[in-house]
């Protein structure tokens, strides 16, 4: 059974940073592409980043290039996404998700068949 498990979530003011984790489990890590969503209150879950299995390509929403970084690690079974210069409309809960295949053709919220239980981020003003 695959279970993804985030941290990292917490409290930070405006330009500060934050790094979260996400640890999988269940299945081969490598073999599949991991993605970071988000969801602000009143709001849909929306694509942030995202790497392939091997970690060679990435993916981010504009609104996180340049201040975001996601990497992963394949020995940990982990995916981290590095955020800095957060803004306060960053604030949100933070999910991590593992893809169907290795690589993304496109990004597609359908196409990640399992997700984390979400860590929360809150940026103050």
């Known amino acids: 059974q695959v279970q993804l498990v985030e941290s990292g979530g917490g409290l930070v003011q405006a330009g500060g940073s934050l790094r979260l984790s996400c640890a999988a489990s269940?299945?081969?890590?490598?073999?599949?592409?991991m993605g970071w969503f988000r969801q602000a209150p009143g709001k849909e879950r929306e694509f942030v980043a995202a790497v392939s299995g091997n970690g060679r390509n990435t993916y981010y929403t504009d609104s996180a290039k340049g201040r975001f970084t996601i990497s992963r690690d394949n020995a940990k079974n982990t995916v981290y996404l590095q955020m800095n210069s957060l803004k306060p409309e960053d604030m949100a809960v933070y999910y991590c998700?593992?893809?169907?295949?290795?690589?993304?053709?496109?990004?597609?919220?359908?196409?990640?068949?399992?997700w984390g239980q979400g860590t929360q981020v809150t940026v103050s003003s």
């Open positions: 269940g299945s081969t890590f490598s073999n599949y592409a």
């Open positions: 998700a593992r893809h169907r295949r290795p690589d993304i053709a496109v990004v597609a919220t359908t196409e990640f068949a399992y």
